[in-house]
């Protein structure tokens, strides 16, 4: 899990894991034990459409502070390398 943590090359939550698995961007998931299905299907079933590997062994609280954020993550993503996450705009 220090990967996750240490890497430029992530997006954590699951709306920026949903764009990046569309995209086609993601090499590896990890979604919480403990996240309620209903939330991270979308995410399972894009893993399982796209071939990429998912790891489920943390609880939520465990994946935020493995991502470096202070809050509960249902779910995270190691982007492709040489992918670089999408920028939001600022209004």
């Known amino acids: ?3 996750l943590r240490k890497s430029k090359f992530r997006v954590v939550g699951t709306g920026e894991v949903i ?15 403990d ?8 995410v399972l079933k894009l ?3 796209n ?9 939520m609280k465990e994946l935020g502070a493995a991502c470096g954020i ?8 190691l982007l492709k390398e040489g992918r670089k996450r999408t920028k939001r705009k600022r209004d």
């Open 70 to 77: 202070q809050v509960e993550a249902a779910s995270a993503a």
């Open 47 to 49: 893993c399982r459409a």
């Open 19 to 33: 764009k990046v698995l569309r995209a086609g961007n993601a090499s590896h998931v990890f979604v919480a034990t």
């Open 51 to 59: 071939d990429v590997s998912v790891l489920r062994t943390l609880s």
């Open 35 to 42: 996240a309620e299905m209903p939330l991270v299907e979308p």
């Open 1 to 3: 899990m220090i990967e």
